[in-house]
């Protein structure tokens, strides 16, 4: 926590604070503590950065705080004025920065990690139990005033406890999800990029291959970051390896899933319904989402509870002093 009054920051010249441009409205606890402590512009009207306009904003400032809706790929960090020497992102998730532009010019990153495990892992759970007990045709149902009556075949649903969970990356919030799922008696099992030690494992099955791990997937949480090898990783072929029925469950990246080839498998029946928090290109998604009553759509609302955006405001501002003192950020990306 930064304490009321600031440190004196060595980077800079005497008496000045390190100047912030804070590209979107944030929660305004967190506005306060950047006003207390950095000399900041604020986006109060939450108008959209383009990126020219991210580079000519930029001028004249020491930091950025972007959040994912920012996106710093190699030709835009090439653009940045000199005086830029940190870009502080408020999300975990980092594939809108280019990481290894990011070092060659010699411009620090840094993420909040930690603090929005629980409230996606939260989200995640409330995505797997909507779609699979088909809560999105129930709320219609109610809100078109079409209950008729109960039935005893009606709104039949897939059942969720003890079965088999297979969560694709388990991170942080990987592993929060399968906390979560121990509670539903689900058989958790997991691909990640090595094999997690057995306390962090608490007996979930390890699969070296992700193609296998789909295989006895009777749902299908994604949980790993998006990256040139996760790109499409849910394409029609692998679709094609799940259990007939499955459901898929995504509060990771859009881009992870071949929107067509999943709206496909939900239209033909071979996958039993999904639930999305994320999609490619949002918030222009792929139409066809729109029109499948199986499928249980979210905007992009995994960390958005006051707690935790306020404690991912507070981490990245934790980044910021760091940085302005002189000292290591543990979420140093770059
Ligand atoms: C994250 O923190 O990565 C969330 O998805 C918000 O961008």
């Known amino acids: 926590m930064a304490s009321t009054s600031p440190p004196q920051r ?94 060659a010019r010699r411009l620090a990153v840094t993420n909040t990690p930690d603090v929005l495990t ?83 494992e608490q007996g979930a099955i390890y699969h070296e291959d992700p193609e296998e791990l789909l295989s006895v997937a009777d749902f299908l949480s994604i949980n790993c970051p998006s990256s040139k090898e996760t790109y499409h990783f849910l394409n029609a072929d692998r679709i094609a390896r799940l259990p007939d029925g499955a459901v898929v469950v995504n509060t990771a990246r859009g881009n992870i899933v071949h929107d067509e080839s999943l709206i496909a498998a939900l239209t033909s029946g071979k996958l039993a319904a999904a639930g999305l928090d994320v999609f490619e290109n949002e918030p222009n998604i792929h139409p066809g989402y729109r029109d499948l009553p199986n499928c249980f759509l979210l905007p992009h609302i995994g960390s958005a509870t006051l707690e935790t955006r306020h404690a991912m405001g507070f981490r990245a501002l934790d980044n910021l002093d760091a940085f302005f003192a002189g000292k290591e950020s543990r979420d140093r990306l770059a």
């Not at 059942?159 to 297979?166: C, E, Q, Y």
């Open 118 to 200: 629980d409230a996606t892992a939260d989200i995640t759970f409330l995505l797997l139990l909507a779609a699979a007990r088909r809560a999105y045709e129930g709320e219609r149902t109610i809100r078109e005033d079409r209950w008729g009556r109960w039935e005893p075949t009606g709104m039949l649903g897939v059942h969720v406890t003890g079965k088999r969970l297979a969560i694709l990356g388990m991170g942080r919030i990987g592993r929060a999800v399968a906390q979560r799922a121990r509670g539903f008696e689900m058989e958790i099992h997991y691909n990640n990029r090595s094999r997690l030690a057995p306390e962090l």
């Open 10 to 103: 060595p980077s800079q010249p005497h008496g000045q604070r390190p100047r912030i441009l804070v590209t979107r409205k944030l929660p305004d606890a967190v506005e306060a503590r950047i006003t207390r402590d950095y000399d900041a512009t604020l986006n109060p009207a939450d108008s959209v950065f383009d990126a020219d306009r991210l580079v000519r904003e930029s001028a004249g400032h020491d930091g950025i705080l972007v959040c994912s809706t920012e996106k710093l790929p190699a030709a835009i960090i090439e653009k940045l004025p000199p005086e830029v020497k940190i870009v502080a992102t408020f999300s975990v998730g980092h594939d809108h920065i280019d990481l290894a532009a990011a070092k």
